[in-house]
C-alpha cells in the first residue's frame, strides 16, 4: 500500500523581509505531500479545503501524483487562512491571524481503500484527529508523527497518547525540551523516546537536525544557503522528503535513516528559497541527487 498523509490545507499570507503574499497554497499536508511526492507515486492525501481552494491549487497536487479521493471539499466555507511575518533574519515569526475555518470542524475519515496502508504521516494537526485516524488503520508498519508547541500547551494528554502509538516523533529542539521537561536535547530525546516511539528526529533549523534510534545519534547540517526567501512550511518539507525516501525504499535500518534525514534536508533546502510550495514544485531528479551528494562531500571526513 501507499503512503497515506493527514494535515493541514491551508491558503497562507507571508511577509518576509523579501516579499508579500497573498492567498498562496500553504499547510502541512501540502509541503508533505509534494516533498514526498519525488520519492514515491503512491501517496494518499487526507484534508479539508473550503470553496476559495482554487482549481490551479488541485492541478498542483494532482500533477505530483498525490491522491486526493480523501480530500473533503466543503462548499459552505473557506479553507483554512493563515497569516504570518517574519523579522529580518527569518529565525522569529509573528503570526498575524489565524481563520480555521472549515479545517475548525475537520473529521478526517480514511477512505476503506487506504485503511491498510504501510506508511502513515501525522501532519501537524490536534493530536485527538491523529488518534481518530490512527483508530481507522489496519496494522501500519510505520507511522511518523509530527507535532508543535501548541498541542503540547493545550492537549498535552493527548498528544501523550497519541505518542504511545507512533514509530517517529519529528519535533523542534524547543518543542522537545517543553514535552519531555528538561533543558538538554540528549536528555529530551531519550524521555522522548520512553513514551512511545523507537525514532526521535529533533529538527534545529537553521542548524539542521538530529536523528536519534536507540543509542545511535546521527547529526546532520542545514544546506548552506546564502539567503532565505520564506522558512514557512520547512519542517513539513523535511518530514514529507524523509518519509517519501523511506516509503520509496522500504529500509528502517539505522543507515537508510540517516540518508532518509538528509534527503528531508536536502528538500527543505529548496523549500525556503521561494514562496509558498513553489520552491518544490518543479525539481529535477538531477537537482535532488547533486545537493544530496554535496552532503556526503561536506560530512564526510576520515
Not at 219 to 237: F, K, M, R
Request: glycine share 8%.
Amino acid at each position: 500500500m501507499g503512503l497515506l498523509v493527514v494535515g493541514s490545507i491551508a491558503l497562507d499570507d507571508i511577509e518576509t523581509p523579501v516579499n508579500k503574499v497573498e492567498n498562496v497554497l500553504g499547510g502541512s499536508s501540502t509541503y508533505i505531500t509534494l516533498a514526498a511526492s519525488y520519492f514515491t507515486s503512491k501517496i494518499e492525501l487526507i484534508g479539508v479545503v473550503g470553496n476559495d481552494f482554487s482549481k490551479e491549487h488541485i492541478k498542483i497536487l494532482e500533477d505530483h501524483n498525490i491522491g486526493l479521493t480523501g480530500l473533503q471539499i466543503k462548499t459552505d466555507g473557506k479553507t483554512f487562512h493563515y497569516g504570518c511575518k517574519y523579522g529580518e533574519d527569518c529565525n522569529n515569526r509573528e503570526t498575524i491571524f489565524t481563520d480555521l475555518n472549515v479545517f475548525e470542524n475537520f473529521d478526517p475519515i480514511i477512505p476503506e481503500d487506504f485503511r491498510k496502508s504501510s506508511f502513515v504521516l501525522l501532519g501537524n494537526i490536534a493530536p485527538e484527529l491523529q488518534l481518530n485516524v490512527l483508530s481507522q488503520l489496519e496494522s501500519p508498519k510505520l507511522v511518523v508523527c509530527d507535532t508543535m508547541n501548541l498541542w503540547i500547551n493545550i492537549a498535552k494528554k493527548a498528544l501523550i497518547e497519541t505518542i504511545k502509538k507512533v514509530d517517529v516523533l519529528v519535533v523542534n529542539d524547543s518543542e522537545a525540551k517543553q514535552l519531555s521537561e528538561t533543558d538538554n536535547i540528549f536528555s529530551a530525546a531519550k524521555a522522548l523516546q520512553a513514551m512511545g516511539p523507537r525514532i526521535v528526529i529533533i529538527k534545529k533549523g537553521e542548524h539542521g537536525a538530529i536523528l536519534f534510534m536507540e543509542d545511535d545519534i546521527f547529526c546532520v547540517p542545514a544546506y548552506p544557503l546564502e539567503s532565505i526567501v520564506d522558512p514557512t512550511g520547512a519542517g513539513d518539507t523535511f518530514v514529507g522528503g524523509f518519509t517519501g525516501y523511506l516509503h520509496k525504499t522500504k529500509d528502517l535500518s539505522f543507515n537508510n535513516l540517516k540518508r532518509a534525514v538528509v534527503y528531508g534536508t536536502v528538500m527543505a533546502s529548496f523549500s525556503v528559497q521561494n514562496f509558498s510550495t513553489v520552491g518544490i514544485e518543479n525539481l529535477e531528479q538531477s537537482e535532488i541527487a547533486k545537493r544530496y551528494n554535496e552532503f556526503i562531500i561536506m560530512t564526510q571526513f576520515d
